[in-house]
């Protein structure tokens, strides 16, 4: 098992450390949930479905991220806040390579 660390900023600007595991097959927005860096229901609400942006954050970070597929970029194209640096947790695999990650939630969509 071999597990990445990321850093987290919540909605209120609170920094997190967590450790995620790389061979579980999650995703950025699970990894938040299960760390419950938001209040239960306000993220994730389509299941990781690309249908929400919910889990919309910013990459602060100058990590190579794998690129968009299209219902991604579909979602953030009708998202609020959205930066040139946002990115959909859920369409964020944990992997090695997210290894120091930094993300910042974006602010919840009203």
């Known amino acids: ?60 970070s100058a990590h190579k991220l794998p690129e968009m597929e299209y219902d991604e970029e579909a979602m953030l194209a009708e998202a609020f806040n959205v930066e040139d640096n946002s990115r959909l947790g859920c369409q964020l695999n944990i992997t090695p390579e997210l290894e120091g990650l930094e993300i910042t939630l974006a602010p919840e969509e009203m």
């Open 1 to 60: 098992m071999s597990d990445v660390t990321l850093k987290i900023t919540d909605r209120e600007g609170n920094l997190h450390e967590v450790e995620a595991p790389t061979d579980m097959a999650m995703n950025l927005m699970e990894v938040i949930k299960g760390f419950e860096l938001v209040p239960e229901g306000t993220i994730g609400t389509c299941g990781g479905m690309a249908m929400c942006a919910s889990c919309q954050c910013y990459v602060t």
